[in-house]
Nanobody, 119 residues
Framework: QVQLVESGGGLVQAGGSLKLSCVAS????????MGWYRQIPGKQRVAVAL???????NYADSVKGRFSLSRDNAENKVYLQMDSLKPEDTAVYYC?????????????WGQGTQVTVSP
């Protein structure tokens, strides 16, 4: 069971920056996919940025050019650098990981960290 712990959320003014961190309880080299999702009350959780085990990234259209995802295998961490933040980025951000084996896939989630962007 992989545990994911997020940090770095908070309150920031529009145009500002935040950097989210997610640390895994074991080596992330064994995880096929990691990334960040976000959710606002009453809405579904949606993917924001994903990174594969070889470092390929994919971003939601709404954050392209503003958010940057990276991983540090030595530290078992993934980071989400968020720049030019907008009020519509306000949400709870969740770290997510997927491990795929011959028997199927397993999803892991962090507890979430609140990001609030004021106008």
């Amino acid at each position: 069971q992989v545990q994911l712990v997020e940090s770095g959320g908070g309150l920031v003014q529009a145009g500002g920056s935040l950097k989210l961190s997610c640390v895994a309880s074991e080596s992330i080299s064994s995880l096929n996919l990691m990334g960040w999702y976000r959710q606002i009350p009453g809405k579904q959780r949606v993917a924001v940025a994903l990174i594969t085990s070889i470092g390929a990234t994919n971003y939601a259209d709404s954050v392209k050019g503003r958010f940057s995802l990276s991983r540090d295998n030595a530290e078992n961490k993934v980071y989400l650098q968020m720049d030019s933040l907008k009020p519509e980025d306000t949400a709870v951000y969740y770290c997510h990981a997927v491990r795929a084996t011959a028997w199927g896939t397993t999803d892991y989630w962090g507890q979430g960290t609140q990001v609030t962007v004021s106008p």
